[in-house]
């Protein structure tokens, strides 16, 4: 029986590293279907990349189509199909009514991809995301992210969230997230972590994965920035990232900002 996954994760997230690793890990085979949006197909909507960019995953072999047009899309996509298919969303909700329809329809694993608040906003702004009301619209969102993974903290079969500051530090936390997902390969996918992200127009870290040693401190960068600090002076914010992230550098940051 072949298994669906659907992750939400905004961009500068670092969902594509987590993608990698858990599709490289994934046995026999997963296709990848990168920042999916939903098309009208007639009467209904389909779910497919935005940019027709698939990904084949099969042991230690990556096929990576790269950006194409939705009729070399279709002709480039496997059969029969691979044991997982993996759906990417990016900076959407799963409250919208086109996600709740293919939730409901198709039942699959939800994955939400979780980066602490100012480290996400820092990154986001460094690489020219500078709309002040789509990063307050996208703060909204995490907000909501946050929610459903304190929510469902006990990991059920459905819903996974992964924490990207845990995840990129401690191989015991990745040891532990492996066992959401069968049958896995370890080995494999840590190999994900040897390299950067191709995805996503460029990676936070410059020596692979675990070696930046300011991947977490890029909130410095904009600690005096009046835009970052506005968007990040929300109280419903710090309390669930106090409740998610724990006591690190960048929520103590945050609380900071909230109580000024």
Excluded at 20 to 35: K, M
Excluded at 74 to 84: A, G, I, R, T, V
Excluded at 209 to 219: E, I, L, P, V
């Amino acid at each position: 029986m072949k298994s669906i996954f659907v992750s939400f994760g905004l961009q500068r997230s670092g969902q594509h590293l987590m993608i990698e690793w858990i599709c490289r890990g994934l046995l026999p085979d997963t296709l990848h279907l990168n920042h999916c949006v939903f098309f009208r197909d007639g009467l209904s909507f389909k779910l497919t990349p935005f940019n027709g960019r698939r990904v084949i995953y099969c042991n230690e072999t990556i096929d990576d189509s790269g950006a194409q047009g939705q009729s070399d899309f279709n002709k480039s996509l496997p059969y029969p199909s691979p044991q997982h298919l993996f759906f990417s969303l990016e900076d959407r909700s799963p409250e919208e009514n086109d996600e709740k329809a293919f939730i409901k329809s198709h039942n699959p694993f939800l994955v939400f991809f979780l980066r602490d608040p100012a480290n996400w906003l820092a990154s986001g702004l460094r690489h020219g995301l500078h709309d002040p009301e789509s990063l307050r619209d996208n703060k909204e969102i995490l907000k909501l992210y946050l929610e459903i993974a304190l929510k469902h903290k006990q990991l059920n079969s459905k819903y996974i969230d992964i924490n990207y500051n845990r995840f990129c530090q401690d191989i015991q936390y990745r040891s532990k997230l492996s066992t959401c997902f069968k049958p896995f390969n370890f080995k494999h996918a840590e190999h994900a972590l040897e390299k950067i992200a191709k995805f996503g127009g460029g990676s936070s870290f410059s020596n692979g994965a675990t070696s930046s040693s300011n991947t977490f401190d890029r909130w410095r960068d904009y600690e005096h920035d009046e835009t970052f600090r506005s968007i990040l002076n929300d109280r419903k914010l710090l309390e669930l990232s106090q409740n998610y992230f724990g006591d690190i550098p960048a929520i103590s940051f945050l609380s900071k900002v909230t109580e000024d």
